[in-house]
């Protein structure tokens, strides 16, 4: 077999172009490559390598094109772009591309892999798939010894085709690394999935479903949605993967399961599961698919794990609580000794919740009752915990499960709230500032959260899906320390007890947006298709896809939250846009995020989350030093009275 390079010239409609290319070269291992590559670099005529070898000349893209697979027709018209962008002096001399051929027979096992698989990757430009996922790919196999390959061949078997950052002087060599790296996971599947059609309860608002519906269009999942009237969803021409909005009464009643049951057997339509992704509707969503026989968490488990009351009484940890609905009830219980002495600092927080919505750490009497009557006015009458303050690093441990299987599992840093920072404002909220992946914990004290949580898992009867668990770990071998910048550190002081891990909340779905970007960037999974698979009892794809990249190739990833200190309304850019023009060594860095208000939007409370950006670095040193400066750069342009913008808030 030729060394290479090999010349092929193309004659199509926009002129003639050369490519240059080195045979396929197993990536990730000879016995059993994950797949191969091509390498090539699409030259303008008269630019050509002396040493290049040629094999044919002007060969006709439109003549090629009429009898071509669509592997190969896609990556011809592939080729026939990078060849147009020789035009613009930005691309001259040439463009460098790595073809992607798959070892064996296939399906995409979903069909936008290859950039689910390398997204935020530094090495990388551009990245495309040159099939559909119901197309179904041949594997290569290498030439004799003697026998050569042709480009227009090779092209038959393509899979798609990555382009390295020329603008950071990567090369091909580059891509070879990370495709080894990120391609981990079975990403062909032997036989095409199915369409699956799935229920999915309570829509949001645009930001949030980006990734949902996503998800839902690349795996080929017809989603029916039922939520209350007036979504911007109602209009289901205008998102693909939707075939029909339900809209119904979503009152948070005794019979919104039966609502819910109701709208779905309306027509003669067959549903493979039926889920949600709103913790409000997690229980009645669970009774509604019982009701219909569609597969669910036993609805008992779905609502002991909700109430954040009854989660504490089962698993109380290193926490002392007592339970209250108004302040008299406090002063009741107070003065006659059936609630004990109160040890501050304490928590307060509702029984229900979303995150960290209505939580508020209290350090005297005049605090905790101030806490108390706020919730008794904004939750009308709802139970309300007051607990001792767990003194420990705070963690978010997300659980994927197959039948009680742990399939992948993730551990975070989460860094201290606005309550837990220096001088906070008397009875201030738990408003999140970042989360860095991975944590920083000593092996023991990670091990010691998944088996502890894994545990409280199975005994709620909770064994498949994908869950959002955020939790302390007292007695820590680690704390917070503001020596040169906030980050996890050895105490001074070691423990004198052993360390107790205390439960906070389970969230039976998948993390929040921030996160699943975070995650994906950090280990190139995807939060979003794992909890719709599971609602569809998807165990070959599920498991598949819960394979994360190479653990030497999942860089320290951060997500900074912006939040504001004052209402008003939103009178600028994005202040992402604004951060990266300044800042463009910082800009460099970001791989998604931005405001979630656009201009003229208000802003109605403070303190509110406006935004959130997800970096990634090659050291946890330089994250650290690249989220101080990212701190310190933001601007909010909020516009309140008798003040025109604030800084972020964290």
């Not at 309570?202 to 999942?221: K, S």
């Not at 609905?325 to 002063?331: G, K």
């Not at 441990?397 to 709230?417: H, Q, S, T, Y």
């Not at 460099?588 to 970096?615: D, F, K, N």
Request: charged content about 25%; hydrophobic content about 40%.
């Amino acid at each position: 077999m030729a060394i290479g390079p090999i010349q092929t010239t193309f004659q199509g409609r926009t002129g003639r172009f050369c490519c240059e290319w080195w045979p396929p070269q197993p990536i990730g291992g000879f016995e059993k490559p994950r797949c191969y590559v091509v390498a090539l670099k699409t030259v303008a005529i008269g630019s050509v390598s002396n040493g290049s070898e040629p094999d044919e000349s002007n060969i006709d893209i439109e003549r090629v094109l009429k009898s071509a697979n669509e592997p190969c027709a896609n990556a011809l018209r592939f080729l026939q772009w990078t060849a147009r962008r020789l035009s613009s002096s930005r691309y001259q001399p040439a463009t460098l591309t790595n073809i992607i051929l798959p070892a064996d027979d296939g399906f995409l096992v979903r069909s936008d892999i290859l950039r689910e698989r390398l997204y935020g990757c530094e090495a990388v430009e551009h990245v495309e798939e040159f099939v559909s996922r119901a197309t179904r790919l041949s594997g290569y196999r290498p030439m004799r010894s003697g026998q050569t390959d042709d480009l227009v061949g090779l092209l038959s078997y393509a899979a798609g085709a990555v382009m390295p950052n020329s603008q950071d002087g990567q090369d091909g060599a580059a891509i070879d690394t990370e495709l080894g790296a990120r391609l981990t996971l079975p990403w062909l599947t032997p036989a095409l999935a199915a369409r699956k059609t799935l229920a999915v309860v309570g829509p949001r608002v645009q930001v949030i479903m980006e990734t949902w519906l996503t998800a839902a269009l690349n795996l080929d999942i017809q989603l029916v949605l039922v939520g209350p009237s007036g979504s911007w969803l109602q209009d289901v021409a205008f998102v693909k993967p939707v075939l029909e909005y339900k809209a119904i009464d979503m009152r948070k009643d005794a019979e919104l399961p039966q609502r819910i049951a109701r709208a779905l057997s309306e027509d003669d339509r067959a549903y493979d599961g039926l889920t949600t992704f709103t913790d409000s509707y997690l229980v009645p969503t669970a009774q509604a698919a019982k009701i219909l026989g569609l597969s669910t968490s036993p609805p008992a488990s779905v609502e002991t794990a909700f109430y954040k009351d009854r989660l504490r009484k089962l698993f109380p940890g290193d926490c002392q609580s007592n339970y209250i609905t108004t302040t008299s009830e406090l002063r009741a219980g107070l003065d006659s000794g059936r609630i004990p002495g109160l040890r501050y600092p304490l928590v307060v927080k509702p029984s229900t919740g979303w995150g960290s919505e209505g939580v508020s750490k209290v350090d005297d009497e005049a605090e905790l009752f101030g806490a108390v009557s706020e919730l008794e006015i904004s939750r009308n009458g709802l139970l309300q915990i007051v607990e001792s303050y767990v003194d420990g690093p705070e963690v978010d441990a997300n659980f994927a499960l197959f039948d009680g299987e742990l399939v992948f599992f993730e551990l975070i840093d989460d860094f201290p709230c606005t309550a837990e920072q220096d001088d906070p404002a008397p009875g201030d909220h738990f408003v999140e500032t970042q989360m860095v992946y991975p944590s920083l914990l000593p092996t023991e004290e990670r091990e010691l959260i998944r088996d502890t949580i894994y545990k409280i898992l199975m005994q709620l009867g909770l064994r498949t899906g994908v869950f959002h668990v955020e939790a302390r770990i007292s007695n820590s071998t680690m704390e917070y320390t503001g020596d040169g910048g906030v980050d996890l550190r050895p105490r001074t002081t070691p423990p004198t007890a052993a360390p107790i891990v205390t439960l906070l909340e389970i969230n039976q779905r998948a993390p929040g947006a921030s996160a699943q970007w975070a995650t994906k960037v950090h280990s190139g999974i995807d939060w979003t298709a794992l909890h719709l698979l599971a609602a569809l009892n998807d165990a070959s794809r599920f498991q598949a896809l819960a394979v994360p990249t190479a653990r030497e190739h999942q860089p320290p990833t951060a997500v900074i939250f912006a939040s504001a200190d004052m209402a008003g309304t939103y009178n600028g850019e994005d202040f992402a846009i604004g951060l990266k023009r300044r800042r463009p060594d910082l800009g460099r860095l970001i791989r998604q995020g931005g405001s979630y208000y656009g201009r003229t939007c208000h802003i109605q409370e403070a303190p509110e989350m406006v935004g959130h950006l997800v970096i990634s670095t090659d050291s946890r040193g330089k994250m650290m030093e690249a989220l101080r400066e990212i701190g310190r750069e933001m601007r909010l342009p909020i516009m309140s009275a008798g003040r025109v913008a604030c800084d972020v808030f964290w």
